[in-house]
C-alpha cells in the first residue's frame, strides 16, 4: 500500500478551494492528458457526499473504468472519496482545506494499494506511485490557478 501526501498553498478562500476540488469539470480539465470522462453518475457540477462517479480515462495506454463514491463531506474543511470499482484494489483519496496567514492549505492523502500482491507491491514502488504523484500534482496545479485567477 502506498500513500501520497500533496501540500498546495492557495490564496484564495476555502469556500473557492473546496468547490474546486469537489468540482467535476475542473478534474476534466486537470486531466485532458489521459482523456478522462465522467460516464456515469455525477458527470459534472459539485460532487456531494454520497455521489458515485464513473470516470473512463487511458492510463499506460489502456482504456479504464473507475468508479469512487464521495463517502465523507464537511463543507470547506473536508471530503473523501473510496474506489467502489476499478484497477485498484484499495483507494481512498482525503482533501482537508485549513485556513492559513495566506489563504488556504490544501492536503490531499491519497492512500492506495495495486492488484496482484507482491507484483502489485513493487508496481507500486517502480512507477505507480510516481505516476499517480504527477496526476494529483497536475490537478491541484489547475485548481490553484483558477482560485487564484491567473
Not at 16 to 31: G, K, P, Y
Amino acid at each position: 500500500m502506498a500513500t501520497i501526501i500533496l501540500i498546495t498553498n492557495i490564496d484564495a478562500s476555502a469556500q473557492v478551494c473546496f468547490d474546486l476540488a469537489r468540482n467535476v469539470d475542473v478534474h476534466l480539465l486537470s486531466t485532458a492528458k489521459t482523456r478522462e470522462k465522467a460516464i456515469a453518475g455525477r458527470t459534472t457540477g459539485l460532487c456531494e457526499e454520497g455521489d458515485q462517479i464513473t470516470w473512463e480515462a487511458i492510463h499506460f495506454g489502456v482504456k479504464q473504468k473507475f468508479t469512487v463514491r464521495i463517502t465523507k463531506m464537511e463543507p470547506f474543511v473536508y471530503f473523501e472519496d473510496e474506489m467502489v470499482k476499478g484497477a485498484f484494489s484499495f483507494m481512498k483519496h482525503k482533501h482537508f482545506f485549513e485556513v492559513n496567514k495566506s489563504g488556504i492549505k490544501m492536503v490531499d492523502e491519497f492512500t492506495f494499494k495495486a492488484p496482484l500482491g507482491f507484483l502489485g507491491s513493487i508496481a507500486e514502488r517502480l512507477f505507480l506511485t510516481r505516476y499517480m504523484r504527477k496526476l494529483l500534482a497536475e490537478r491541484n496545479k489547475v485548481i490553484k490557478k483558477l482560485a487564484e485567477g491567473k
